[in-house]
């Protein structure tokens, strides 16, 4: 149902933009969170936007470098990725749900992507 996007390789200090889009259907009415899971590691929140668009969430890793955002066809949601750090290095997995407020765990949602492949090189 979700498919995330825009992975790649980078170079320490700089950016991607990744794509969280719902295949045949809206976004609308649904908050959207990235999450990440580096090798070895448990899934971690990252960033998060209401159902509104009207507020945002981030962790205090990414706050200030990252952006998050609704695509103006309301079907997709971006994640803006810049000063990129190699502790930035994962797999970025986007979701939704339904439920408010909008939630910064993993338990918070139904509906996943399949991930993308981050890695920034030092």
């Known amino acids: 149902q979700?498919?995330?996007?825009?992975?790649?390789?980078v170079q320490a200090?700089?950016?991607?933009?990744?794509s969280c889009a719902a295949s045949g259907r809206t976004l609308s009415g649904y908050a959207v969170g990235w999450f990440r899971q580096a090798p070895g590691k448990g899934?971690?929140?990252v960033a998060a936007i209401s159902w509104s668009g009207a507020n945002t969430y981030f962790s205090?890793?990414?706050k200030g470098r990252f952006t998050i955002s609704r695509g103006n066809a309301r079907n997709t949601?971006?994640?803006?990725?810049?000063?990129?750090?190699?502790?930035?290095?994962?797999?970025?997995?986007c979701a939704a749900t339904?439920?408010?407020?909008t939630p910064i765990v993993?338990?918070?949602?139904e509906y996943?992507?399949?991930?993308t492949q981050v890695t920034v090189s030092s």
């Open 106 to 109: 993993e338990s918070g949602y």
């Open 77 to 93: 949601v971006f994640l803006e990725m810049n000063s990129l750090k190699s502790e930035d290095t994962g797999t970025y997995y």
């Open 112 to 115: 996943w992507g399949q991930g």
């Open 98 to 101: 339904r439920r408010r407020p």
């Open 43 to 45: 899934r971690e929140f």
């Open 60 to 62: 205090d890793s990414v």
């Open 13 to 18: 200090g700089g950016s991607l933009r990744l």
């Open 2 to 9: 979700l498919q995330a996007s825009g992975g790649g390789l």
